[in-house]
């Protein structure tokens, strides 16, 4: 009945926050099992949580990023550094993505940020409209893939996962999906005949690459440094953070000091310097200290209408967080979870059909879900499945997350389709099959992550 009610109020048009805890206050106020005041005390328990504290920070720190001027010098590395090959201006789209996904944690950052520029450039340079916004609607996909990443932060509260072991998960996976998003652009540059973008300049190239290797080896250094001479870390970072401020205004890079924000977040969690909340906080001085003191492209009136906006989504995010909490909790105090778990249990036990059924679910559950009401709702269900058929939770987070990004591209709850339709200034429809060629890279990665966990956890093996 619990669902009945949640799918009526869902038809009807109901926001989908408010459709799950109305359907739970109505379920308990018809069944009389429990007292109305329940579903407040469940919310407000459902966000009564530290690690939920990183959101409002990774959100903040995303949008100071996104109004510093930093997706303009993403942009201009990346055309440096692929902007010559054929196609030049998709692979742009994917390597810029790729690295603004280290700062916003979101698609719909990523697709409403550096899309509006890249979709543009794209007309500009000849390419069709239609290609312009495929490309871009996949690369967005990488933002909550790539560390940091919001939808990890949710997942690891409700599974009770390392969030700090889901953002090095990240990473592999989201070069693999980077590469068959590239090889993708090079296949129709080859079918309709395009060239390059930019004219191939070595000294640009070797800038951009030099960005890169500053980017690698910056970390590694501090690692041989504590490792092997025994420096103290805390002096060696102190030491190593003005030798590249000093490298950044002595050279005029693009894109070094935004793109070390993962690097930063993900090397201090792995050394117990700082937790995921706190690295959170941490993303945020970076980004305030680069916006305000270095490129000095934001002003105290920006930051208030940046902090004003931080509120309203995260307000939007955890507002969507306790109504799933509520409804979670409905649906495994009705034995809605133990009744699917044993049905699934009972129709197989082997782990692979599992996961070809729950991608299958996911799919279908992320196309007319927001992910985190989507997550929040899914891992009491599929969760308890996973640790009776000893499939990873870390590596299940990677794949449930995959698969509600790939949900938003595709109608009817799409966010990254009416957001790049409305950039584009195209159709729904024509949005939607613009997009369709591009899951062939998303599904064949998806296919690829689910049934090579090694690829998965490799990384998180190496530090936890």
């Given at each position: 009945m619990l669902k009945i009610i949640f799918l009526f109020l869902m038809s009807g048009g109901i926001p989908v926050a408010i459709a799950m805890a109305g359907a739970s206050l109505i379920y308990i106020?018809?069944?009389?099992?429990?007292?109305?005041?329940?579903?407040?005390?469940?919310?407000?328990?459902?966000?009564?949580?530290?690690?939920?504290?990183?959101?409002?920070?990774?959100?903040?720190?995303?949008?100071?990023?996104?109004?510093?001027?930093?997706?303009?010098?993403?942009?201009?590395?990346?055309?440096?550094?692929?902007?010559?090959?054929?196609?030049?201006?998709?692979?742009?789209?994917?390597v810029g993505s790729v690295v603004f996904a280290g700062m916003s944690g979101t698609a719909i950052a990523d697709a409403a940020g550096l899309g509006t520029i890249e979709i543009?450039?794209?007309?500009?340079?000849?390419?069709?409209?239609?290609?312009?916004?495929?490309?871009?609607?996949?690369?967005?996909?990488?933002?909550?893939i790539i560390p940091p990443s919001l939808p990890f932060v949710i997942y690891g509260m409700m599974a009770n996962v390392s969030v700090g072991a889901l953002f090095l998960a990240g990473i592999l996976p989201g070069i693999l999906m980077a590469l068959l998003m590239m090889l993708t652009v090079a296949y129709f540059a080859h079918k309709n005949g395009w060239g390059a973008d930019v004219k191939f300049e070595w000294p640009k190239v070797i800038k951009a690459l030099a960005e890169t290797a500053v980017v690698v080896g910056w970390p590694l250094a501090i690692w041989w440094l504590v490792a092997t001479m025994g420096t103290p870390p805390q002096l060696t970072v102190l030491v190593a953070l003005i030798v590249l401020f000093a490298a950044d205004k002595f050279f005029n890079f693009q894109a070094v000091l935004p793109i070390m924000t993962p690097v930063i977040l993900i090397g201090g969690m792995t050394t117990g310097v700082f937790t995921p909340t706190e690295g959170a906080i941490a993303a945020c001085v970076w980004?305030?200290?680069?916006?305000?003191?270095?490129?000095?492209?934001?002003?105290?009136?920006?930051?208030?209408?940046?902090?004003?906006?931080?509120?309203?989504?995260?307000?939007?995010?955890?507002?969507?967080?306790?109504?799933?909490?509520?409804?979670?909790?409905?649906?495994?105090?009705?034995?809605?979870?133990?009744?699917?778990?044993?049905?699934?249990?009972?129709?197989?036990?082997?782990?692979?059909?599992?996961?070809?059924?729950?991608?299958?679910?996911?799919?279908?559950?992320?196309?007319?879900?927001?992910?985190?009401?989507?997550?929040?709702?899914?891992?009491?269900?599929?969760?308890p499945i996973c640790q009776q058929l000893g499939i990873d939770l870390v590596h299940f987070g990677l794949i449930m997350v995959l698969?509600?990004?790939?949900?938003?591209?595709?109608?009817?709850?799409?966010?990254?389709?009416?957001?790049?339709?409305?950039?584009?200034?195209?159709?729904?429809?024509?949005?939607?099959?613009?997009?369709?060629?591009?899951?062939?890279?998303?599904?064949?990665?998806?296919?690829?992550?689910?049934?090579?966990?090694?690829?998965?956890?490799?990384?998180?093996?190496?530090?936890?």
């Open positions: 106020l018809f069944t009389q099992s429990s007292p109305p005041f329940v579903v407040i005390h469940r919310m407000v328990s459902g966000i009564d949580s530290f690690p939920l504290l990183a959101v409002p920070f990774f959100i903040l720190a995303g949008n100071l990023m996104n109004n510093a001027g930093i997706t303009n010098r993403i942009y201009n590395y990346a055309l440096a550094l692929v902007g010559w090959l054929k196609g030049g201006l998709g692979h742009v789209n994917v543009k450039a794209m007309k500009d340079h000849g390419y069709s409209t239609e290609f312009a916004v495929g490309v871009t609607a996949a690369s967005a996909t990488l933002g909550p980004a305030i200290a680069l916006g305000f003191f270095w490129y000095r492209t934001l002003n105290f009136k920006m930051f208030v209408k940046i902090c004003l906006d931080t509120v309203e989504t995260t307000a939007t995010v955890l507002f969507i967080v306790a109504a799933a909490s509520i409804f979670g909790w409905m649906l495994t105090a009705t034995g809605v979870t133990t009744a699917i778990s044993a049905w699934v249990l009972g129709f197989t036990q082997e782990p692979w059909v599992f996961l070809l059924l729950a991608n299958a679910l996911m799919l279908f559950v992320g196309c007319f879900l927001e992910p985190t009401a989507a997550i929040t709702i899914l891992v009491p269900i599929l969760v698969n509600l990004m790939i949900g938003l591209l595709h109608p009817p709850m799409g966010m990254v389709l009416f957001v790049l339709a409305r950039v584009a200034k195209l159709s729904v429809e024509r949005t939607t099959m613009a997009i369709l060629p591009w899951l062939f890279p998303l599904l064949g990665s998806l296919a690829v992550i689910t049934y090579m966990p090694s690829l998965v956890l490799w990384l998180p093996k190496q530090f936890y």
